[in-house]
């Protein structure tokens, strides 16, 4: 199995949010559960000047009806506070690992070992129409930096089974971030034939995403989506990204679903 084919097992979405419950009465009710895949093109890399194909399962389990709307930016969530206002609570992530044989452009730098994000998120619904999210993720073992990630989404149904979403996103992330994925020291730089580069914390990112989802039965969705990604501050001034990678960031796909009902009473 390539290391791509890994990184999509490893990175799959498991969203998981429940109404506040008692610990003996947590398990029962109705769950949904749902599974499915995407196929993906996207750079093989933040600062990649090219892209790769590669395939991610979609695997999600909730508690009673589905969220009004989330996003496949969200990263997988427990709401520990739980209301049609406001959602908040726990939030992890994935980190895939990254060296030379990602993507030649990361000859002569050091390998980013995989690890993982954990913090904490809030979803506010400003309106019917609308959602604002954040999620704030202290890294481990990859990186020992701060990742702050802001989204906006505003979405409408343009018929019965057809929702329409889009709206802007915007990433921060600490030196400890930045040092991790865009520094090149000194022995990097003798090894890999880029300048050297010592970045602080900042905005690395912002950019906007839409989706188009059909909902063809009940049970099954199928959907289309695309995300820019202009990088800035720490990220776009890397040696790596000005000589070997793109500031522009370009990711887009269609995926396809199938959810079912699990009842614990």
């Not at 506040?20 to 949904?32: H, K, L, R, T």
């Not at 906007?208 to 202009?230: C, H, L, P, V």
Request: aromatic fraction near 12%; charged fraction near 20%; charge should be negative.
């Amino acid at each position: 199995m390539n290391k791509l084919r890994i990184v999509a097992l490893l990175a799959a979405s498991v969203a998981v949010s429940s109404a506040p419950a008692s610990a003996e009465g947590f398990f029962s009710g109705n769950w949904y559960v749902t599974l499915g895949g995407a196929g993906i093109s996207a750079p093989a890399f933040e600062g990649a000047k090219d892209n790769k194909f590669f395939f991610s399962p979609i695997i999600s389990v909730g508690r009673g009806g589905a969220p009004r709307f989330s996003s496949r930016n969200d990263n997988p969530s427990f709401a520990i506070y739980d209301t049609d206002v406001l959602r908040a609570g726990v939030v992890g992530k994935f980190v895939p690992g990254r060296d030379a044989g990602t993507d030649d452009a990361l000859r002569g730098l050091s390998e980013v070992k995989w690890g993982g994000e954990l913090g904490g998120f809030a979803d506010v619904y400003v309106t019917d129409w609308m959602r604002a999210r954040a999620e704030v993720r202290q890294g481990i073992r990859a990186h020992d930096g701060l990742v702050a990630d802001v989204a906006v989404d505003a979405f409408t149904d343009i018929a019965p089974d057809l929702r329409v979403s889009a709206g802007p996103r915007m990433t921060f992330a600490t030196s400890g971030y930045t040092q991790a994925f865009y520094g090149v020291n000194a022995a990097e730089s003798a090894a890999s034939g880029l300048s050297q580069y010592d970045p602080e914390g900042g905005i690395t990112s912002y950019g906007a995403g839409g989706a188009i989802t059909w909902n063809a039965t009940d049970k099954i969705a199928m959907s289309a989506f695309t995300e820019y990604k202009r990088l800035a501050g720490p990220a776009a001034d890397s040696s790596l990204v000005q000589e070997r990678g793109s500031k522009n960031q370009l990711m887009f796909g269609v995926s396809a679903s199938y959810k079912f009902g699990v009842n614990f009473d």
